[in-house]
């Protein structure tokens, strides 16, 4: 494997670029979240596919990343740097093959969120073989997948892609969000046909899929695995059934280790809860069939996007005026749209108040935590000029991490001429970080090896985001976690803040011994013990400190 300048400083600091065989928990999960078209292209002839154009409007259509794309970097080792535990990708299915505008210009489905036929996959992003590639180099290399899924709407109506029947989708009226009736069976916005997930009535197959399918050569077996289906499980042959199935049938195929769900409040919960049964067994199948991919005998996953859900709202999301438990119907975790908020407070207090959470009323669930994301317009820092800070709170917060692609090359999030949420959307900045352009006064290389390092640390040690929390001095601020759990005892230091004039001695009392010695996981230098604290030589900002 071919290593960067930034991997090799890190196998200097960390000893090791490669991944390495660690306690694994989702609630202390790096998820390094991408969008597929904006990512890395590796194959140009797929860029055009269904007769798609580049008249789009800025930043509105799609750019050519692949699958092919990632698992380079896959096996580049570019994730393995960063710490990275699992990917979320985003929808791989086959999107609309026309464009549209919902008033911010001409768009197309590059995003992935626009299905026209959930079993196949996207041209543009690659192939059946490339999506193999994928998952099985991120399994190679110690890496979960994620993928996310859709069962809320198809893809806007344009002259190349009908709407589905009335039976499947409703086309109005636009959600108001009143009350749980008009968020949930209603259209998101104008033209995006919503399923029909709340009836329990039998549907045919919608007409462009049987003509589709049939011109395609499998229609057959598809009807054949749908009449096995619904004869096996007692499903009705309802809208959301099928995408139970068909969503499901990514995993059994791929060995997708969890979901990402989309729009999860805009659907009746109990669907999520079936998902996740049909989903399970299908991921029980592929570990079966593949003994030697399989990481683990760890449990299928998955993680919801209530929008607007934060951590403080325990158990009870707000959806329209009712309270919600999702994490009783199928989920594992939620994704916590408060953090960027939250973030603006100092470090303890922002730590205190998530271990507490998670340790009181989100006892044995989890979040997963963001600074920035595809659909937020309000990220913690939408200048990119705290990218430091950004990684401390969030890589050094409990619970899950989530970085989304470009957090730690502080890609841009403010490209002139873009409209909406394409602005989060652009190409990923590879060229400024092979050039280590400057971002205000740092080069985005060195804001990069910063967020590898503390994710490196947080990858070693699951005490990080799965440990009780607790301050051990105010100046320099200083903490310990502590993980004991299933025969697994962890224990880590980590203080902020430190002078870079001089060394700075730092407090371990409670935690490590005199007399041992022990690892700034930053500098990659080692110290001994004495009186309860330790000194390195390196003048950082910030100590790691853990034993291997």
């Given at each position: ?73 896959i096996k580049a080792g570019y994730f393995t740097d960063l710490g990275v535990d699992a990917l979320w990708i985003t929808p791989p299915v086959e999107q609309i093959h026309g464009s549209t505008d919902e008033g911010t210009g001409k768009s197309y489905g590059f995003h992935g ?145 969890g979901f990402r769900a989309d729009t999860v409040k805009h659907t009746e919960p109990g669907v999520w809860k079936d998902l996740k049964v049909v989903a399970s067994a299908a991921f029980e199948d592929w570990k079966k069939a593949h003994p030697t991919k399989a990481l683990g ?252």
């Open positions: 494997m071919k290593l960067s300048a930034i991997a090799l400083s890190l196998v200097c600091v960390f000893g090791s670029a490669t991944a390495q065989t660690r306690p694994f928990s989702w609630d202390n999960a790096t998820v390094y979240f991408l969008l597929t078209d904006r990512f890395n292209n590796a194959d140009p002839a797929n860029d055009h596919a269904y007769g798609r154009k580049d008249d789009a409007a800025t930043l509105r259509g799609f750019m050519g990343g692949d699958l092919a794309g990632i698992t380079a970097k969120y626009w299905a026209s036929d959930f079993t196949a996959l996207d041209a543009n992003l690659g192939t059946e073989a490339d999506m193999h590639a994928l998952v099985d180099a991120a399994h190679a290399a110690g890496i979960r997948v994620l993928l996310d899924v859709v069962l809320n709407h198809t893809g806007p109506v344009t002259p190349q892609d009908p709407v589905w029947p009335n039976g499947w989708v409703r086309t109005g009226p636009t959600c108001t969000y009143k009350d749980f009736k008009s968020t949930a069976t209603c259209t998101l916005v104008d033209n995006l046909p919503d399923i029909r997930t709340e009836l329990d009535a039998a549907v045919a197959l919608p007409p462009a899929l049987v003509v589709k399918w049939k011109k395609e050569g499998h229609y057959e077996r598809e009807v054949k695995e749908l009449d096995a289906f619904f004869q096996r499980t007692g499903y009705p042959r309802a809208p959301r059934y099928y995408l139970v199935k068909w969503q499901a049938d990514w995993v059994r195929k791929y060995g997708f280790d005998d760890t449990p299928f996953y998955m993680t919801a996007e209530v929008y607007n859900y934060s951590l403080a709202e325990g158990r009870s999301a707000d959806v329209g005026g009712s309270k919600i438990d999702y994490y009783a119907n199928g989920f594992d975790s939620m994704i916590n749209f408060g953090m960027k908020t939250d973030a603006t407070a100092g470090y303890e207090k922002l730590f205190t108040t998530y271990y507490a959470a998670l340790n009181g009323p989100l006892a044995g669930k989890s979040v997963l935590n963001y600074m920035s994301s595809h659909d937020d317009g309000s990220p913690f820092d939408a200048a990119r000029t705290k990218a430091f800070e950004t990684a401390n709170k969030l890589l050094l917060a409990p619970g899950a991490a989530q970085i989304y692609y470009g957090d730690e090359t502080a890609r841009r999030l403010d490209v002139a001429g873009a409209e909406g949420d394409a602005k989060l959307r652009s190409f990923m900045n590879w060229d400024e970080l092979a050039a280590n352009a400057k971002r205000g006064t740092m080069g985005v290389a060195d804001i990069r090896q910063h967020w590898a390092r503390l994710g490196q640390f947080r990858h070693a040690h699951v005490a990080v985001g799965a440990g009780v929390h607790q301050m051990i001095a105010a100046q320099p601020y200083t903490f310990k976690r502590t993980y004991e759990k299933n025969g697994v005892r962890d224990r880590v230091v980590v203080a902020l803040g430190l002078p870079l004039e001089r060394a700075t001695s730092v407090s371990v009392q409670g935690v490590f011994s005199d007399g041992q010695t022990v690892r700034d996981y930053y500098s990659g230098q080692s110290a001994v013990v004495a009186n309860g604290q330790v000194q390195f030589a390196a003048r950082n900002a910030v100590v790691l400190i853990a034993q291997d």
